[in-house]
């Protein structure tokens, strides 16, 4: 049998367990009534303990509650500790029932399904005491909304607060059905051995189990409509190039050139601000434009700070032109501080004319063949044809092109992901030939450098399949592929997969609103955690750092480069459905910020309830002529 992990899966297997316990074949036989136990124990092979202990969401949310919520969550996890070691010792009996007398199996199944603060009916409903009420508005849905709020504690545990309610739920239905199954099993086992009837009393449990069931699932539901299934990442310790971000370069960079080579004629007689877009036409006589490498592209929206200045150059190997500029006037670009190069004096001059040759600081777009600024725009999609769904998404860059790269795993019953795997995008050259721009990849530029944030969800019964970049206008846009599937047996519909996007532009009746960067620095500069700042149907541009504060060299946002894979596609056990995707900013007032991708986690809601257990039981004269063994 292949487990299932939601309460509905879990309910329908117990189901069929409870039914077995109860069979003809079943009850003249009590080996084989170990066996159906101990596969219904390979079924659940959980330690409940472990479900709390060893998930570190759970252990945020008794460290984050306080007073009541904090006391009821403690006394929530000893009630699952007690009904777990119940659990225990039954099924160290049930596995050596050929070597221990029938008494003591009666015995222990007596105390079992007695009514005591220590046994499991008394377990049973202290636990529905505090489960209602954890459910609430005032209780872990409440702490789920902190979780949300504190973008570190999503970041780190890559969990969303959506998920953390449901494996809440899933707790404690495990719990439920494991206690349930335990006192049928005992009702059973005291029936075979001549100590009663007990049909009413299994009846009475199967009674009891409906009714706390029923009022649970409609309390998780209710919480897990509310939650948000939104997860991301958030700053690392330690910002690493290549490794949590990369950068566009060279898209708008600070450069710094004499007006006399920025026109044909080699003449002084415009000021800066005349060359609002022009060209390098040369370098006269040798000065400073020898000293450093010339812009190959368009040159744009020139200034003039002051005539002289100091010119700290980067290195050679650096993507950035100069570590900072001094003005004479006292103005300066960028950090200044100690130059491992040395600097350069530069000076603008008159000449004979009694025209002044300034030199202006301008915005240079380099030429492609030395920036790294492509987007893909090729799909990355899950092997559907084999069942496979996305389980997890990552910008990254290759060479001088972003890609859009998934992690992938197959989807079985009930919503059940096995691990998850990266599928590695594929890396191309945009000098390649057969390689087309508009088909295969996009150029940022000046007048193409908007990318569009959006949170995109698919329809109820659909899961995440794909996702890419598509231009639309000058628009850089994001979409996902939407493939709906049978929920019970896990089968994806390939044919009716579909692409959703949010095709918004300027020229809609609400156009898309832009998130404004205010003087933006390098982001990994920020002294504090930069957190989500901008909104679905947004657009950002990128654009040149601050003059003042990094002299123009960078190219901002940055982009996040870190996996955004759900906590479950890490472990062995499964993965974590997705149903949506999308892009957002990151960042602060003064920061350039970042560009990550982030995920939707699978709305679980609708799965959520509650089946009664079977209650047909065996008629008595069917067990009238069996005789139990005793030892």
């Not at 367990?17 to 219904?40: C, D, G, R, W």
């Not at 335990?182 to 009714?211: C, D, P, V």
């Not at 002289?308 to 003005?327: G, H, K, L, N, T």
């Not at 601050?546 to 946002?557: E, H, L, R």
Request: hydrophobic letters at 35%.
């Amino acid at each position: 049998m292949v487990a299932s992990n939601d309460e509905e899966g879990i309910l329908k297997d117990a189901e069929q367990f409870v039914s077995e316990y109860y069979s003809y074949e079943a009850t003249q036989n009590p080996m084989l009534i170990a066996k159906y136990h101990e596969n219904y124990m390979k079924y659940t092979e959980e330690n409940l303990e472990d479900l709390i202990t060893k998930n570190p969401a759970l252990e945020v949310l008794m460290t984050r509650a306080q007073g009541l919520l904090q006391i009821r969550l403690l006394q929530w996890a000893d009630v699952i500790g007690h009904i777990a070691m119940v659990d225990h010792q039954l099924t160290k009996y049930t596995k050596s029932m050929a070597d221990i007398t029938s008494d003591t199996l009666v015995d222990y199944a007596q105390w079992l399904v007695s009514y005591d603060h220590t046994t499991i009916p008394g377990l049973l409903d202290e636990l529905h005491k505090l489960v209602v009420p954890l459910f609430t508005s005032q209780g872990v849905l409440q702490l789920a909304y902190q979780f949300s709020e504190e973008d570190s504690d999503v970041c780190d545990l890559q969990m969303s607060p959506h998920q953390l309610i449901y494996d809440m739920y899933n707790t404690i239905a495990l719990t439920e059905i494991k206690g349930y199954a335990m006192m049928q099993f005992s009702w059973m086992l005291l029936r075979i051995y001549g100590r009663g009837n007990f049909t009413q009393e299994a009846s009475l449990t199967r009674q009891r189990y409906s009714e706390r069931t029923g009022q649970t699932a409609s309390a998780a539901r209710a919480a897990l409509a509310m939650a948000k299934r939104d997860l991301y990442r958030c700053d690392p310790p330690v910002h690493t190039s290549g490794v949590t971000y990369a950068e566009v370069t060279r898209l708008l960079q600070g450069y710094v050139e004499n007006e006399v080579d920025l026109n044909g004629d080699g003449t002084c007689k415009e000021n800066c601000a005349f060359y609002t877009l022009t060209e390098n036409h040369g370098c006269y006589k040798e000065q400073f434009c020898s000293k450093q490498d010339k812009c190959n592209g368009r040159i744009i929206d020139c200034q003039y700070v002051d005539s002289d200045m100091w010119v700290c150059p980067a290195s050679y190997s650096s993507q950035r032109r100069y570590e900072w500029i001094e003005y004479e006037n006292g103005r300066t670009l960028g950090r200044v501080g100690s130059c491992r190069l040395g600097t350069t004096k530069v000076d603008s001059w008159w000449r004979w004319t009694l025209t002044h040759c300034s030199y202006c600081f301008c915005l240079c777009e380099d030429d492609a063949s030395v920036a790294e600024r492509f987007f893909s725009l090729r799909e990355a999609l899950a092997d559907i044809k084999n069942n496979k769904v996305v389980t997890g998404i990552r910008l990254v860059k290759h060479g001088k092109v972003f890609h859009i790269q998934i992690y992938q795993g197959k989807l079985v019953e009930r919503g059940f992901v096995e691990s998850s795997e990266e599928v590695v995008a594929q890396a191309f050259d945009p000098t390649q030939p057969g390689i087309i721009e508009g088909v295969d990849y996009h150029t940022l530029s000046y007048e193409k450098r908007a990318i569009d944030l959006d949170e995109l969800d698919s329809p109820a019964g659909h899961v995440l399949t794909g996702a890419r970049f598509r231009m639309i206008g000058a628009h850089l846009h994001f979409e996902i592929r939407s493939t709906p599937f049978n929920y019970t047996t896990g089968k994806l519909s390939p044919d009716r997969s579909q692409w959703i996007s949010n095709d918004n532009t300027e020229g809609s009746y609400t156009p898309r609103s832009r998130l404004e960067l205010h003087k933006p620095d390098i982001p990994t500069r920020a002294h504090t955690s930069l957190r989500i700042d901008s909104q679905h149907d947004q657009y950002i541009e990128f654009t040149h750092s601050d003059f003042d504060a990094d002299a123009a060299q960078s190219t901002v946002p940055f982009v996040d480069i870190q996996p955004v894979v759900p906590s479950k596609a890490l472990n062995t056990k499964g993965a974590t459905l997705i149903s949506g995707a999308g892009l957002y900013h990151r960042g602060a007032r003064g920061s350039g910020g970042f560009i990550g991708a982030k995920l939707i986690t699978y709305d679980y809601s609708r799965h959520v309830k509650a089946e009664p257990p079977p209650s047909e039981f065996v008629d008595e004269a069917e067990t009238t002529e069996f005789v139990p063994i005793v030892n």
